[in-house]
């Protein structure tokens, strides 16, 4: 048993689902959650500043005393995904593994869509994986303007379609029948991009996915939090302002997130 937060690291917001599906499983969890918001987005940017961004973003909050780390942000997750579990003492969850496990045994004609990113897309961390399998035929699609839409709060307007069926033109004519949504955001984009992919896709979303492998990392290393245990959640972030993180987050997620501390974590960058 420990009772030690776990620490969920995104470059914003959008990592808010993966806090939201963990603490659904495991509601007797503390958090400590981190958004990134000075240098947010990540998934324009070089995959190598990504990986420092990160790695100082993690360093704190281990720090805090962490008991586990989770690196909610795909992109993130592309850009470190040898190094964190070696740097660090604590165990490390990050979004892709979990993802593309579930989407391997999802699919039944052995070709699978992945989006994200461009930064995701771009580094093949999710194909690489996926195609250790040679059975396997992976697309991918960086869909950039996503994010901008879910940060927005457009989530079902006629351009969300439009744009949709441009992106996802080439995953349907290749004929994939399973898409990992390989990007914090894309779960609100869920009805639209299910629209568009028809009801025969299976959609694999990273946030269940990797709530799931906390839920299974914790119990199979006796780190669940004890019966008697109080749950806090803290929310953090590096921006200038803690109101625009906590306006997102209400339109995104309803009212759980109410005070963000605003912390200065590494070298701050300004935003490119
Ligand atoms: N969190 C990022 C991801 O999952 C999306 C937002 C960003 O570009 O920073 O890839």
Same mark, same amino acid.
């Given at each position: 048993?420990?009772?030690?937060?776990?620490?969920?690291?995104?470059?914003?917001?959008?990592?808010?689902? *993966?806090?939201?599906?963990?603490?659904?499983?495991?509601?007797?969890?503390?958090?400590?959650?981190? &958004?990134?918001?000075?240098?947010?987005?990540? &998934?324009?940017?070089?995959?190598?500043?990504?990986?420092?961004?990160?790695?100082?973003?993690?360093?704190?909050?281990?720090? !805090?005393?962490?008991?586990?780390?989770?690196?909610?942000?795909?992109?993130?997750?592309?850009?470190?995904?040898?190094?964190?579990?070696?740097?660090?003492? *604590?165990?490390?969850?990050?979004?892709?593994?979990?993802?593309?496990?579930?989407?391997?045994?999802?699919?039944?004609?052995?070709?699978?869509?992945?989006?994200?990113?461009?930064?995701?897309?771009?580094?093949?961390?999710?194909?690489?994986?996926?195609?250790?399998?040679?059975?396997?035929?992976?697309?991918?699609?960086?869909?950039?303007?996503?994010?901008?839409?879910?940060?927005?709060?457009?989530?079902?307007?006629?351009?969300?379609?439009?744009?949709?069926?441009?992106?996802?033109?080439?995953?349907?004519?290749?004929?994939?029948?399973?898409?990992?949504?390989?990007?914090?955001?894309?779960?609100?984009?869920?009805?639209?991009?299910?629209?568009?992919?028809?009801?025969?896709?299976?959609? *694999?979303?990273?946030?269940?996915?990797?709530?799931?492998?906390?839920?299974?990392?914790?119990?199979?290393?006796?780190?669940?939090?004890?019966?008697?245990?109080?749950?806090?959640?803290?929310?953090?972030?590096?921006?200038?302002?803690?109101?625009?993180?906590?306006?997102?987050?209400?339109?995104?997620?309803?009212?759980?997130?109410?005070?963000?501390?605003?912390? !200065?974590?590494?070298?701050?960058?300004?935003?490119?």
């Amino acid at each position: 048993m420990n009772d030690a937060p776990i620490g969920i690291f995104d470059s914003g917001v959008g990592g808010l689902t *993966v806090a939201r599906a963990v603490s659904q499983l495991l509601p007797r969890e503390s958090i400590v959650y981190i &958004g990134d918001t000075a240098r947010s987005p990540y &998934g324009p940017k070089p995959i190598a500043d990504v990986r420092r961004y990160s790695l100082e973003v993690l360093d704190d909050l281990v720090e !805090q005393g962490v008991k586990m780390l989770v690196i909610a942000c795909n992109t993130a997750s592309a850009a470190m995904l040898r190094d964190a579990r070696e740097r660090y003492d *604590v165990p490390v969850v990050e979004v892709i593994g979990p993802a593309v496990r579930t989407a391997m045994s999802t699919t039944r004609n052995g070709r699978i869509g992945v989006i994200g990113t461009s930064g995701t897309i771009g580094s093949r961390a999710y194909q690489d994986m996926l195609e250790v399998n040679e059975n396997l035929t992976v697309f991918a699609e960086a869909c950039p303007r996503f994010v901008e839409f879910v940060e927005a709060g457009i989530t079902d307007s006629p351009e969300v379609l439009a744009v949709a069926e441009e992106y996802l033109a080439p995953l349907r004519h290749a004929g994939v029948d399973t898409l990992v949504l390989g990007c914090t955001h894309y779960p609100f984009l869920e009805g639209a991009i299910s629209y568009v992919m028809g009801p025969d896709v299976s959609l *694999v979303s990273s946030d269940s996915e990797t709530a799931k492998d906390v839920y299974r990392q914790l119990v199979g290393r006796d780190l669940l939090a004890g019966l008697d245990a109080q749950s806090h959640h803290t929310y953090e972030a590096t921006g200038s302002s803690a109101d625009d993180f906590v306006q997102l987050a209400h339109r995104l997620m309803g009212r759980e997130v109410r005070d963000v501390r605003l912390v !200065q974590t590494g070298a701050i960058d300004l935003p490119r």
